[in-house]
């Protein structure tokens, strides 16, 4: 049975991976026994990165690209596969936030949330896709989130990409099952990272956050682990264009 769950020699991408929920499932991807490529567009994040999970005794690279660079999206996958060897598992997670009244957003921020959100996630998945597609199998794994189903104040762009990262999913699934290829999604609910310690630091935030989410706190970014690796494993052939919410029970009650 633990074999189902092994990733030992599989090569994993993983987008936007230098920190946060990104960082960690990486980290765990390496820890099932999978190589890891770590991206990021700041190179000197990126390094330190790699060095962290290598000095764990972790199988990491790392490539600076862009996922709203065509170009450099499909510059990176060639040089990845022809330096690497084939990339087996995708996780598309490179996202940003942008947080605005919906009637003063504007439509530059409305533009780069879906050219990063999603675009990037189009481009980076067919790059890996139309060299899965003769080998007949891989594994995607799209970032989606709690905010791809429910919105808050502020964030409507964010959830509209969300929204759409969740249907590129079953998208992506209803063209490429056919090939071998499983194409899931996890929705994380809020966990703490760098990026959301603001939020968790703020008395009203984090005690709406615990009222609202049956398990009555936060997610720890290890908690994210599970889900990807039996998404990016064999345990998870027969699964494909489902969207795997993490988030505590939050999406289950009112």
Not at 98 to 107: D, I, N
Request: charged share 20%; hydrophobic share 45%; with cysteine.
């Amino acid at each position: 049975m633990a074999g189902l769950f092994d990733l030992t020699g599989r090569i994993a991408l993983v987008t936007g991976s230098a920190r946060g929920l990104g960082f960690a499932v990486t980290r765990g991807l390496a820890a099932a026994g999978a190589r890891v490529i770590l991206n990021d567009v700041v190179a000197e994040r990126l390094d330190g990165a790699v060095s962290m999970l290598r000095g764990e005794g972790l199988d990491a690279d790392g490539r600076v690209f862009d996922v709203t660079d065509e170009a450099g999206v499909e510059a990176a996958v060639a040089d990845i596969e022809g330096r690497l060897g084939p990339i087996e598992i995708l996780v598309n997670n490179a996202g940003i936030q942008r947080r605005a009244p919906l009637e003063s957003f504007t439509k530059d921020d409305w533009d780069l949330l879906f050219a990063v959100n999603v675009t990037g996630a189009f481009l980076v998945a067919r790059a890996v896709a139309q060299r899965m597609i003769p080998r007949g199998h891989g594994k995607i794994i799209n970032v989606s989130s709690v905010n791809g189903e429910l919105a808050r104040p502020s964030i409507a762009p964010y959830t509209a990409t969300k929204g759409a990262v969740n249907t590129l999913t079953r998208g992506m699934a209803t063209d490429w099952a056919c090939h071998g290829i499983q194409v899931n999604a996890i929705g994380p609910g809020y966990f703490i990272t760098e990026i959301t310690q603001p939020l968790a630091d703020d008395p009203v935030f984090d005690g709406w956050l615990r009222g609202r989410t049956p398990a009555g706190r936060w997610g720890d970014p290890s908690e994210l682990v599970g889900a990807a690796v039996f998404l990016a494993s064999d345990a998870s052939s027969f699964v494909n264009g489902q969207v795997i919410y993490v988030d505590g029970g939050l999406l289950a009650a009112l």
